[in-house]
């Protein structure tokens, strides 16, 4: 079960591009990348339209 | 295109259409990410073993299982290995909305040549190899993601413990035009347990919109003893009404066509990654290229623990728990990695990074 996702920047640009995920009770991480293909982007979406549930933005 | 099956005795040895099995890894022989996993059950659904079939629940199904690459196959048919699903916790009741199957997913630009959704649409059909203790009435279901459309067929395994070679055909779709791209147009569906919402209504055995009730009308519930269990291996799906030979294939090519959709880079300690640098005094930066073009920009999947990783560097090492971003530069075929946290070197300096933990493990997953 997911636990947290996080914003992630590019480390030379700063720019926007992507998202870690952590799980509860777990070390396993996933990093996601922006692509509306990739069905753990998609999964993120469908997360955090959800009531309650948002992702951190600790910025670049 | 149609496939004709040659019948004159003088050209017997001219050999089917190569790749004409829709499904990939249907001998279940590639299995990257493990060969058993235990606890397999409500809020598991995923990929465990056996690559590009996936395991689904839906719903609160107490049901537990043993997902595992078995070496129980049909004797004298060429296979080598099975995927297994072993009741560990049994749900003899499953409430309204619990669904448990076993799927794989196909690609649309893979299934143009079916003509889905004209009027030459092509008929498709289905053989494999299924084993069970639990005799009795099974589902398989295709559904069509873009249009929202299904057909479920049943097939009956007769004998306990008994390897039994099914074949179903499906009629073409003369409706619903598959989309041509790199999305999951076909999800393929071996049905395990359903509850009154996927098996309340009618059997849907001819193509039509996707009534939910309509999907698994008849299945028997594989969970409800601890001492079932289910084999499948061989699955072909193929155009045409005649089903050929299981298609087998060279192991590198079987490889590949896994590789597209995940590929397991590091798996325990001691492992290379390749040649790194520090980009500056706090940042490592790592471009890994797969060795296959991925489906999708893949997402990395990755185990952080204590020190996981050395990056060697200028007659020393410097210890890392895990990589902590991608950079905007990732594609289907490179992916660009960034370690930033707990490390300090000299900008420029260059290295090799090696796994340093039994636990470590990544992976590039881009299934559908």
């Known amino acids: ?60 | 295109m149609a496939i004709t099956r040659i019948g004159n005795p003088a050209i017997a040895n001219i050999r089917e259409p190569n790749f004409r099995n829709i499904i990939i890894n249907g001998d279940m022989s590639i299995a990257q990410r493990a060969t058993s996993v235990t606890g397999v059950g409500d809020g598991d659904s995923g990929y465990h073993t056996v690559d590009r079939f996936k395991f689904v629940e839906s719903g609160s199904p107490s049901t537990v299982f043993t997902q595992s690459q078995s070496t129980d196959v049909p004797t004298g048919q060429g296979f080598a290995k099975s995927l297994k699903m072993d009741v560990t916790t049994a749900d003899a009741s499953l409430g309204a909305d619990d669904a448990i199957y076993v799927n794989t997913s196909v690609e649309g630009q893979n299934l143009q040549y079916i003509k889905k959704g004209t009027s030459s649409a092509e008929s498709l059909t289905l053989s494999f190899w299924v084993k069970s203790n639990i005799t009795g009435t099974y589902i398989f279901e295709i559904i069509d993601r873009d249009n929202d459309r299904a057909i479920s067929k049943s097939y009956t395994i007769s004998s306990a413990n008994t390897w039994e070679k099914k074949t179903i055909t499906y009629p073409g779709d003369t409706t619903g035009a598959l989309d041509n791209d790199n999305a999951r147009s076909f999800e393929l569906i071996y049905w395990l347990g359903a509850g009154a919402n996927f098996s309340s209504g009618t059997l849907q055995t001819s193509w039509g919109s996707r009534t939910t009730a309509n999907d698994a009308v008849g299945q028997v519930n594989i969970g409800d003893n601890t001492s079932n269990e289910w084999y499948v291996t061989g699955v072909q799906l193929e155009a045409g009404e005649v089903a050929s030979d299981f298609e087998f294939l060279p192991v590198d090519v079987n490889l590949n066509r896994c590789l597209r959709y995940y590929e397991t880079m590091v798996t325990g300690t001691t492992q290379s990654l390749g040649q790194a640098l520090y980009y500056n005094s706090t940042t490592i930066y790592y471009s890994h290229k797969y060795r296959i073009t991925k489906r999708a920009v893949p997402t990395l999947d990755q185990v952080t623990s204590n020190d996981n990783y050395q990056f060697f560097r200028n007659n020393g090492a410097d210890a890392f728990d895990g990589f902590d971003s991608l950079s905007n530069r990732t594609t289907t075929i490179f992916f660009e990695l960034n370690v930033s946290a707990n490390i300090s070197g000299t900008a420029g300096q260059a290295g090799f990074l090696r796994a340093n933990n039994s636990a470590c493990f990544i992976a590039f997953d881009a299934e559908l």
Do not use: H
């Open chain 1, 1 to 60: 079960m997911i636990d947290t996702i996080e914003k992630t920047y590019d480390m030379i640009d700063n720019t926007f591009c992507g998202y870690r995920v952590t799980y509860q009770n777990s070390n396993k991480q996933k990093l996601v990348p922006l692509d509306e293909a990739n069905t753990d982007y998609q999964a993120i979406k469908e997360w955090a339209a959800i009531d309650g549930n948002n992702i951190t933005d600790n910025g670049a």
